[in-house]
């Protein structure tokens, strides 16, 4: 086992400095157009300068692909990536510019929908929805574009703009897991009992029993609101649960002021075993962690002077991962 840890560096290694030769490769061809292979190489090296949080050589590589005229809307996605995770707005409007200039990628779906998300990331509401305009009469337009709007009101505090925005959406779209994921996720913000109502009756005839996020909105809804009953109904009713699942009840019991049922709960998820992929499995995160935290301290159990909360160590909880994995 040591042998394989202490190769996996080195072969990723020889990995890295393949794509950097390749770089170097780029930046001295002649040619103004590179073979298919090499834009594809090139592409994933940007996605894995991504990676590294080495932005500003992958910004490098963008601008010697210009130079080529070497790029493809692969590129193009990734370095819009890359300026949402470095916060270079101004290159980011740099890249909205080349895009538009094009007649060949100004209405293309996918990168607009990128660009609405990168301004929506700074806080640009009206340059996304400036885009949203632009792009949502055309044929390719999707529901994707649609939730990426929600998601970008939801993330910049305007829970509210989501339901005027849904009624524009349903007008040419049926919603769908998502989008329902994200009005909830507004109710939830909003603690807007009738509005979230409505959406769960509306999802009753149609709720995938499969999709476990759909559902623990619902039950962050119903915790926020105050009504833990139909948060535990959901739960006990759920065909498929993930560890996600048990701290969104949690979460839940923690704002009704329930520590007691946190910690029932947990004991509930150390029944089942970790080789488990399906409902059910034990994986506990951080998300976990807070919340075990929290409820003991609401029961005074991190000051207890019988050591009582030892059983909710949280090196303890990962030493027991450690051992069943293994």
Not at 96 to 109: A, C, D, R, V
Request: proline letters at 2%; glycine letters at 2%; hydrophobic letters at 35%.
């Amino acid at each position: 086992m040591i042998i394989y840890r202490s190769t996996r560096p080195v072969i990723l290694r020889i990995f890295s400095n393949s794509l950097f030769a390749l770089n170097y490769s780029i930046k001295t061809n002649n040619q103004s157009k590179l073979p298919w292979t090499s834009i594809e190489s090139t592409n994933q090296l940007l996605k894995t300068l991504n990676n590294r949080g080495d932005y500003e050589r992958a910004f490098r590589l963008f601008d010697n692909l210009i130079k080529q005229n070497n790029i493809n809307i692969k590129t193009l996605l990734t370095i819009i990536d890359t300026c949402i995770r470095s916060n270079k707005i101004e290159r980011g409007r740099q890249i909205e510019l080349l895009i538009n200039q094009s007649t060949k990628w100004k209405n293309h779906i996918r990168l607009q929908t990128s660009l609405i998300n990168m301004y929506m990331k700074y806080q640009m509401i009206d340059q996304a929805e400036k885009i949203f305009e632009n792009i949502h009469q055309l044929p390719e337009c999707d529901i994707i574009v649609y939730n990426t709007m929600l998601k970008g009101y939801l993330r910049n505090h305007k829970a509210e703009y989501c339901f005027n925005f849904i009624d524009t959406m349903r007008s040419k779209f049926i919603p769908d897991n998502v989008t329902y994921i994200l009005l909830l996720n507004a109710c939830t913000v909003l603690r807007d009992r009738d509005r979230g109502k409505a959406i769960h009756n509306e999802l009753l005839s149609t709720i995938d029993n499969q999709h476990v996020h759909l559902h623990n909105a619902l039950i962050d809804f119903y915790g926020k609101i105050n009504e833990i009953d139909s948060a535990e109904k959901i739960f006990d009713e759920m065909n498929l649960r993930e560890t996600s699942t048990y701290n969104s009840l949690m979460k839940a019991y923690l704002v009704n002021n329930m520590p007691l049922k946190v910690l029932d709960l947990f004991e509930q998820m150390k029944q089942y075993d970790l080789h488990m992929t399906g409902p059910l499995a034990f994986k506990p995160d951080l998300i976990t962690f807070m919340a075990i935290c929290d409820a003991c301290e609401k029961l005074g159990l991190l000051d207890s002077p019988d050591n009582s909360y030892k059983e909710y160590n949280w090196k303890k909880i990962f030493s027991r991962s450690s051992t069943v994995e293994k």
